[in-house]
């Protein structure tokens, strides 16, 4: 479904991501890990357009979108939710989704749309009329995931949705991911918590200084005594 090809991303002379390659298939959950600075959010924004590819190809569906505008790419069901939420804090919980849905002219549908997502986060629903700036930061990251729904993607991209979360909305936001993915959702997952990235994805990928080092089932990597040592605290 989604093919990252020999990519690089150049800032200025430094160069983020040297050859990146990796694949999520239709219907996978699929994890990048990595130390901070590794690489993982600049490969989430350089296949969602918003960083440009220095090198290398980005393939959706066997497209090459590589040079594909970031909003071209929402229409061709690729969506993100950035780290650190990105709400419009002076909107409405309904507004932020409205925004999500921002490209789209079937209005029942995306009516229906907007009320899956309250089922998927109740606290949602109950505070549709709440600005989203006085939202807690967990709710605020439901937020920003029903946001990203809005645009009905078959692919979402996710960076890192469990930061500054307390343990169990942790969790819930987890099994919140595997819900979503249950459900059809594709999904790239870049995240901190590498024990909880691991425990839910189908495969994943390590980066390191901007290359990818090592991939496997999420199971495999969760056993290796180097991952364990790296990440895993073990």
Not at 106 to 120: N, S
Not at 152 to 173: K, Y
Not at 210 to 215: A, C, D, E, L
């Amino acid at each position: 479904m989604l093919e990252v090809k020999n990519l690089n991303v150049h800032y200025g002379v430094i160069h983020a991501l040297k050859d990146a390659s990796l694949t999520v298939n239709k219907g996978e959950i699929v994890t990048l890990i990595g130390a901070n600075g590794a690489g993982k959010t600049t490969t989430l924004r350089t296949i969602s357009g918003l960083n440009k590819a220095s090198g290398g190809q980005i393939l959706l569906g066997g497209k090459d979108i590589t040079n594909v505008s970031a909003s071209k790419r929402v229409e061709m069901k690729l969506s993100q939710v950035p780290e650190g939420r990105r709400m419009f804090p002076d909107m409405t919980i309904v507004e932020n989704l409205e925004m999500g849905a921002y490209l789209r002219r079937d209005k029942p549908a995306v009516k229906k749309d907007m009320e899956h997502v309250y089922e998927l986060f109740p606290i949602l629903g109950k505070r549709k009329k709440q600005t989203a700036g006085t939202l807690s930061g967990g709710e605020q990251q439901m937020l920003a995931m029903g946001r990203a729904l809005m645009s009905r993607p078959e692919i979402l991209l996710l960076d890192e949705p469990s930061m500054g979360l307390a343990p169990l909305l942790v969790r819930e936001i987890f099994d919140i991911i595997k819900n979503i993915n249950s459900e059809g959702t594709t999904i790239l997952l870049v995240e901190q918590n590498a024990k909880m990235a691991l425990s839910i994805a189908h495969r994943a990928y390590v980066i390191e200084t901007g290359s990818i080092v090592m991939s496997g089932t999420g199971e495999e990597l969760a056993k290796s005594d180097e991952i364990q040592k790296a990440y895993l605290g073990g």
